[in-house]
């Protein structure tokens, strides 16, 4: 379609690009869920629609040079009259203020982190070209209590969602930038959760993602007590929920309670339950490090952790994540975390360099690594963990479990690219699935047949 250069523009078109993490994107829903109520027409491509949202991540470097990138490459074609407005939101908008307006001079319009609600207005306002220069950004403060997230038209397939149950954080790790962003840590109430939950569940979805910036600490802030496992048990009641995976759980604030609860859910062979899968970032082991990041925990209480969790929940598969090259951290603190790393055995691992964040206080601090020493100690910590991982879907050959059918395999006709429980949507291994009639959404007992690196190959039982 042509896009007049001028005036208001009544098709009422626009694009959006979602980056950043699950908790951005259910932002992003929020938006779309909004736009489409306002009689917005979502078009897969930016070139030729109305306006374009952008929701960046803001979160370290790479992902604000990524967020660059997408924003001038929309300017580009609005120059080109292929695009009539620009509008760019969450959180790069949010920590970087007006002076993004400086950076990216085109864009018509940027939202903070919580202007979201008027997403609306601020794209209305940019297509009838009524802003002037103090109108070109809104940012709200932080709320005092956590948004709802209703109405929200989903970017994922529809067989599973992401679930906020709270927002900012009260964390306050050196080299994090995610509270000056996002606020403090505000849980959403049982009830309300519940409710987006069972709103969830009537639209197919079959299994629930939890996410929050720290979900172990839920409940606390709000009922004076962590509430998880009280949730947990009030999400198993809902029926027609198959699965219920749990990321970004901090190691302080694990109860007896919530391991019983996980434990009790793994084991059970009735659904819906909680799958045996953790996503724990640690960020380190040495105590000195763990220190310097203000993680608030040690070694010996990580290790006492994972134990428990070992021993209590059937077949649990833990994810990680480290950072390797914070500032001070010295060979043998290094040569400690890869010896972690081998004894520990985490089916799922992922390891990041340290990135030097502007306004935090691991900015400042001494001895900063040169980025190549950064780099190596990636690559090394990943050399260490790729045979772990290989030799752990190996282990599964012969197994039956059972996996959840994503998507068409795109490169053998008649099969399906899906995931097993120790398997989160888009950051962990898939599994091809072969079968006849199999489609996405599909709840399927399979056999393991074979392991390709990382991923496993599996025949179809039944679907279930």
Avoid at 135 to 146: E, G, H, K
Avoid at 316 to 343: K, N
Wanted: glycine share 8%; proline share 6%.
């Amino acid at each position: 379609m042509q896009i007049q250069p001028k005036g208001f523009m009544t098709a009422k078109t626009y694009a959006f690009v979602s980056l950043g993490c699950p908790k951005n994107l259910v932002d992003s829903e929020r938006m779309l869920g909004q736009l489409a109520q306002a009689g917005y027409a979502l078009t897969p491509d930016a070139d030729g629609a109305d306006v374009v949202v952008v929701n960046t991540c803001g979160f370290i470097e790479p992902a604000r040079q990524e967020s660059l990138g997408v924003i001038r490459e929309m300017l580009d074609l609005k120059t080109k009259g292929r695009v009539g407005s620009v509008v760019v939101a969450g959180c790069l908008a949010e920590r970087k203020g007006d002076a993004l307006l400086n950076d990216v001079p085109g864009v018509d319009h940027i939202v903070g982190v919580f202007g979201r609600e008027e997403i609306v207005q601020v794209v209305d306002r940019s297509l009838q070209r009524r802003l002037t220069d103090e109108q070109r950004s809104l940012f709200r403060p932080a709320p005092i209590r956590a948004l709802e997230d209703t109405a929200r038209l989903r970017i994922t397939p529809r067989h599973f969602a992401y679930l906020k149950i709270s927002e900012g954080c009260d964390r306050l790790c050196t080299f994090c930038a995610i509270p000056s962003m996002r606020g403090k840590h505000l849980t959403k109430p049982i009830e309300e959760v519940i409710r987006e939950a069972r709103e969830l569940v009537r639209d197919g979805v079959r299994e629930l993602v939890l996410v929050a910036q720290d979900t172990t600490y839920y409940g606390l802030d709000l009922y004076g007590e962590v509430r998880l496992a009280a949730l947990l048990r009030e999400l198993l009641k809902l029926e027609g929920l198959d699965w219920i995976r749990l990321l970004y759980t901090y190691p302080i604030f694990f109860t007896d309670e919530l391991i019983d609860v996980l434990a009790s859910a793994a084991g059970e062979s009735a659904r819906p339950r909680i799958v045996p899968y953790l996503d724990m970032p640690l960020q380190h082991i040495n105590d000195r490090m763990l220190k310097r990041m203000q993680r608030r925990v040690n070694r010996e209480e990580t290790e006492t952790l994972l134990r428990k969790l070992r021993a209590a929940v059937p077949g649990l598969a833990l994810r990680t994540t480290f950072i390797v090259g914070f500032p001070g951290e010295t060979q043998e603190e290094f040569d400690e975390l890869c010896a972690f790393v081998r004894e520990t055995r985490f089916e799922r691992l992922g390891v990041f360099p340290y990135s030097r964040e502007p306004g935090t206080p691991a900015d400042r601090l001494p001895d900063h690594l040169p980025d190549e020493i950064k780099a190596q100690r990636v690559a090394h910590v990943m050399e260490l963990q790729q045979p772990i991982a290989f030799a752990h879907a190996s282990s599964m050959i012969g197994r039956e479990m059972d996996a959840i059918a994503d998507s068409p395999d795109p490169e053998i006709p008649g099969q399906v690219l899906g995931r097993t429980t120790a398997d989160a949507p888009e950051i962990d291994c898939a599994v091809r699935i072969k079968g006849k009639g199999l489609k996405p959404g599909d709840l399927i007992r399979v056999r393991v047949t074979g392991s390709d690196g990382y991923d496993l190959v599996a025949r179809a039982i039944r679907v279930r």
